[in-house]
């Protein structure tokens, strides 16, 4: 059973910048896709961008592209996402994910394990 526990959220004015974290433990994958999904207030949970945890490739929403990057630290066991440039409409709670595989997917469904999330607020 894979943990993540996600640190990073809190309030900030639009344009500024904030770096989640989440740290894994107990039984990772090598070969397992991690994942940041965002739910905002009476919305569905919806994909933000997710890697590997081998190989340099990533994959983001339409929504963060540019503005958004996730990356990894195999040696800590912890995936990041630095957030740029941020806007009202980014205000949500954040949340880790974990898939075993390889195949990226944009469906909180297919994810088998996440973390208890984090409040991102961006102020106008």
């Known amino acids: 059973q894979v943990q993540l526990v996600e640190s990073g959220g809190g309030l900030v004015q639009a344009g500024d910048s904030l770096r989640l974290s989440c740290a894994a433990s107990?039984?990772?994958?090598?070969?397992?896709?991690m994942g940041w999904f965002r739910q905002a207030p009476g919305k569905e949970r919806e994909f933000v961008a997710a890697?590997?945890?081998?190989?340099?490739?990533?994959y983001y929403a339409d929504s963060v592209k540019g503005r958004f990057t996730i990356s990894r630290d195999n040696a800590k066991n912890t995936v990041y996402l630095q957030m740029n440039s941020l806007k009202p409409e980014d205000t949500a709670v954040y949340y880790c994910?974990?898939?075993?595989?390889?195949?990226?997917?944009?469906?909180?469904?297919?994810?088998?394990?996440w973390g208890q999330g984090t409040q991102v607020t961006v102020s106008s």
């Open positions: 890697i590997r945890w081998s190989g340099d490739s990533s």
């Open positions: 994910a974990a898939r075993p595989g390889s195949v990226y997917h944009q469906s909180p469904l297919l994810y088998t394990n």
């Open positions: 107990g039984r990772t994958f090598s070969n397992s896709v």
